[in-house]
């Protein structure tokens, strides 16, 4: 990736050269940066004020009580951890609460800490178990209630109405969201566990 951005910048200076242009490539240079670094302190400030909440929650026991009320929908997404791993399912709705309001880069250490604990619980350790794969279909689509991070976006490249992909972005989302389900859920039909076979003293299965 670094090789491509690095051919870019050549290609831009080379032509504007030619061209005459040479100002315009410094300028929109500088003014590009000068974007990015206020879309990246707008993100910044959107992401701490959204990881402040979630870790209050995380203290105060609301994370348990999430997943008290996402129970029937565990036992249905993820049987494994439902009978064998609370701890996954605590993991799963931070998961789930980041991914809803946006926040993907703090989605990310939740999704990780989900996926050790469901480590834990996999019988076959060198291949993903169905829960596993749910997870990661789920992550995939990135359901989104409230797009934090990409109204921070919009709000730091001036728009006027940055709010206004909240409905769009819900209804996409939800749709990706589950079709992820329903074809993790018939993969699953398809591609049974396999149960590994014992290996007796011999080597010979």
């Keep these: 990736?670094?090789?491509i951005w690095l051919f870019l910048i050549i290609i831009s200076i080379i032509f504007g050269a030619i061209n005459g242009k040479l100002n315009d490539?410094?300028?929109s240079i500088m003014s590009g940066a000068e974007l990015s670094?206020?879309?990246a302190i707008g993100i910044t400030g959107v992401m701490v004020f959204w990881l402040g909440i979630m870790k209050v929650a995380e203290k105060s026991g609301l994370v348990e009580k999430i997943s008290d009320i996402l129970k029937p929908a565990a036992k249905f997404l993820f049987p494994e951890a439902y009978k064998e791993n609370k701890k996954a399912i605590g993991n799963i709705a931070m998961n789930f609460s980041a991914n809803a309001?946006?926040?993907?880069n703090a989605a990310t250490p939740m999704g990780i800490e989900a996926m050790k604990e469901l480590q834990k619980i996999n019988k076959e350790?060198?291949?993903a178990s169905d829960?596993?794969?749910?997870l990661l279909a789920m992550n995939t689509a990135g359901f989104q209630l409230i797009p934090a991070t990409v109204i921070a976006v919009l709000a730091a490249s001036g728009s006027k109405n940055p709010t206004e992909i909240i409905v769009p972005t819900l209804l996409v989302t939800s749709f990706a969201f589950l079709t992820a389900i329903f074809t993790a859920k018939i993969m699953q039909?398809?591609?049974?566990p396999q149960i590994e076979s014992e290996v007796n003293t011999d080597g010979n299965n």
């Design 101 to 104: 309001l946006g926040l993907s």
């Design 125 to 127: 350790k060198d291949s």
């Design 1 to 3: 990736m670094n090789f």
């Design 25 to 27: 490539v410094v300028n």
């Design 37 to 39: 670094i206020n879309i």
């Design 131 to 134: 829960s596993m794969c749910m």
């Design 189 to 192: 039909k398809f591609f049974p």
